[in-house]
């Protein structure tokens, strides 16, 4: 009896050890440091989605969503959440090197001007006359010479100030600039966490309702794990797809998730910011169109002809370098239905 039990402990852990070594890891690299908008990523990983991939994914903080890309390309990580106007960029420059987005989650850019209603500044023709404060080698910053001719604006007359990102918030709540160049999802949550309104004592100019109709963040992965694992490739895909459906129905759910990853953050901040990245970024009616995850190509090569002109790239790189739908489940897989709770 002792010698078959010991056998069957035996072929129980061979069977385990074996499973495990069949896991693929996967070294993932976040936009940021934690916060709610990345809830999905933690359900996928707390309600084993990505191990029914087969998939061990190991999930770190970032240093800025154009960050992610260099951290791929330079084999750091095998993917992660970023910017896929610096997939451009990079696209152009070192085509070989460049990871390539497969699912696209921002599909509304989240590049916006924001100024008190104090300031004077009621029209984006207003900025002509005023200092705007600007973090160098933003999206944002570079993007406005493109923003300024598109809309017929006298770029020599608005004035830029330079600053880091963290000084743009409270060098706008003093008044030492008028308005500041930014992403729509930081700096609110940023003049939230100074007891600001955003809503009541703000205005937002968002690029994309001027012209600069871009594509922003989504889930990236490295050329080489493209090449050497697609299989893969398609789990992590399907696997986030699952987990972003889930948070649009149940956000206490990917809050759980997120609080799990990371007990320090402000959950109430930090849910706002959830719902907030939903109701700005997420849900658009191309979106309901064609499905979270993919774009349009169409739109994706505007988009391209943009960033070059405003990066002053030399090459133009196609649409399909920088996005591939080949791992995307089907349409109906994709379905995203969002109610705030």
Known sequence: MLKKTSAALLGMLLFA???????????????WKTQGSD?????????GFFKEEGLNVVIDQGEGSGATVT???????????????????NASTRPADAPVMVYMIWNQPPFAIVSKKTSGIKTIKDFETHTLGGAQGTPTTRLLPVFARKNGLEGDKIKISNMAPNLQEPMLIKGDIDGALVFNITSYFNLVLNRQDPDK???????????????????MVSKKLLASNPKAVAGLVRAVNKAVIAVAKDQKAGMKATVNYDNLINEEVEKRRLQFSYDKLIVSPEMKEIGVGDVKDDRMARAIGIVVEGYQLARSPTPAEVFSREFLPPRKERELVYTAN
């Open 71 to 89: 951290r791929v390309m330079s084999g750091a990580y095998d993917a992660g959440f970023g910017d896929i106007n610096a997939i451009i960029q």
């Open 201 to 219: 004592d703000y205005n937002w100019f968002m690029f994309g309702d001027y012209g600069l109709d871009l594509y922003s963040n989504g889930m």
């Open 39 to 47: 809830a999905a990523f933690f359900y996928a990983k707390d309600n």
């Open 17 to 31: 050890g074996t499973a495990a070594a069949q896991e693929t890891t996967i070294k993932f690299t976040l936009g």
